[in-house]
C-alpha cells in the first residue's frame, strides 16, 4: 500500500509509527519543525514540511500517486482536490466516537463533560469536516486521573493499530461504511488561554479536577493571586495536586501552603477544599 501520512503533533507521530512499522509510509506531510519531520529524518521516508496546501504542494503529493492518504491530528484543512488524489480513500484518525465531539478537541471535551468511555473513529474525509462515513470505531474507557496528555497517547495508539486494520481490509476489498447519525453530532471549539482561567470562588470541586485534567498541557488552569507581598502572580494548577507560581518550579500543594504563609485567603482556602 502507498500511503501518504499528514499530521505534525507528539501524539500523531505514534500513529505514523505504527503504519510506518505495519504497512510502511510513501511520504509524510507535516509542518516545519515538527515531532513528524524528524521522525521522516531519521526513517528516510520522503517528507514535506509546510504551513499551507497550496497547487504546488498538492501536484508534490500526486506524484505519489499514493493508495491513501490518512490524517491524524495534522492541523490544516485538506482541500477537496487533495481528498480525491488517492486510488482508494482519505482516511482520518478522530479520537471521539463520532458524531459525538467532532471537531478540534474532542479528547479535552470528554474529559471536561465526565465521560467514562472516549474512543476512536477512523472515516472517509469529505468537505464536512470530521462529517464522513465510518469505517471502524473502538471504545477506550478513561481512567479516574486521565488527563487530555495521556489520553491523546492512548487514543493514538488505538488509532494507529485501527487504521492498519482499516486500510487491509479496504485493499482487499472488504470493507463496509456507516453513515453518521446527524441528529446526534456534537461539536467542539479550538481552546483558547482564557479558557484556562477560574474563578477561585465560583469553581466546585468536581469541575476543578475536570478541568485541570482536560486543559493539560494545554491551555493550563490558573488565576491570579496575591501571594507574599502586594504583587499579583499567575498560578497554574496541574495534575496530582500540584501548583506552579509564575517563575517558580512546580510544587506539591501542602508545600505551596508552607512556603506562602500570607498568600491571599481564597487561594489558601482553595488549596485546601481541592
Not at 11 to 28: C, F, K, N, P
Not at 121 to 144: C, F, H, P, R, W
Not at 181 to 186: G, H, I, L
Request: net charge positive; charged share 30%; aromatic share 8%.
Amino acid at each position: 500500500m502507498k500511503i501518504v501520512f499528514f499530521g505534525s503533533s507528539k501524539y500523531s507521530l505514534i500513529g505514523a509509527r505504527t503504519v510506518h512499522e505495519q504497512l510502511g509510509l510513501l511520504l509524510v506531510v507535516t509542518v516545519p519543525g515538527s515531532p513528524l519531520e524528524e521522525f521522516a529524518v531519521e526513517r528516510n521516508i520522503p517528507y514535506i514540511a509546510t504551513d499551507r496546501l497550496t497547487d504546488e504542494i498538492i501536484a508534490e503529493i500526486a506524484k505519489a500517486e499514493p493508495d491513501f492518504l490518512v490524517v491524524e491530528d495534522y492541523g490544516l484543512i485538506l482541500p477537496d482536490k487533495l481528498l480525491k488524489l488517492p486510488k482508494f480513500v482519505s482516511l482520518n484518525v478522530h479520537h471521539s466516537l463520532l458524531p459525538k465531539y467532532r471537531g478540534p478537541s474532542p479528547a479535552p471535551a470528554a474529559i471536561l463533560s465526565g465521560d467514562k468511555v472516549s474512543g476512536v473513529s477512523i472515516i472517509e474525509m469529505s468537505n464536512i469536516v470530521d462529517g464522513g462515513d465510518i469505517y471502524a470505531q473502538t471504545e477506550y474507557v478513561l481512567k479516574k486521573d486521565e488527563t487530555t496528555d495521556s489520553l491523546l497517547r492512548e487514543l493514538n495508539k488505538l488509532g494507529g493499530e485501527l487504521v492498519v486494520s482499516v486500510v487491509r481490509t479496504i485493499g482487499k476489498g472488504k470493507a463496509t461504511k456507516i453513515k453518521q447519525d446527524e441528529t446526534k453530532t456534537t461539536s467542539t471549539k479550538f481552546m483558547q488561554k482564557s479558557d484556562g482561567f477560574v474563578d477561585l470562588t465560583k469553581t466546585l470541586p468536581e469541575e476543578f479536577d475536570r478541568k485541570v485534567r482536560a486543559y493539560f498541557p494545554w491551555p493550563g488552569v490558573w488565576t491570579k493571586a496575591v501571594l507574599n507581598g502586594n504583587e499579583e502572580k499567575i498560578v497554574k494548577f496541574l495534575p496530582e495536586k500540584r501548583i506552579q507560581v509564575e517563575g517558580k518550579k512546580e510544587m506539591r500543594y501542602k508545600d505551596f501552603l508552607n512556603g506562602y504563609p500570607t498568600a491571599d485567603k481564597r487561594l489558601v482556602a482553595f488549596l485546601r477544599k481541592n
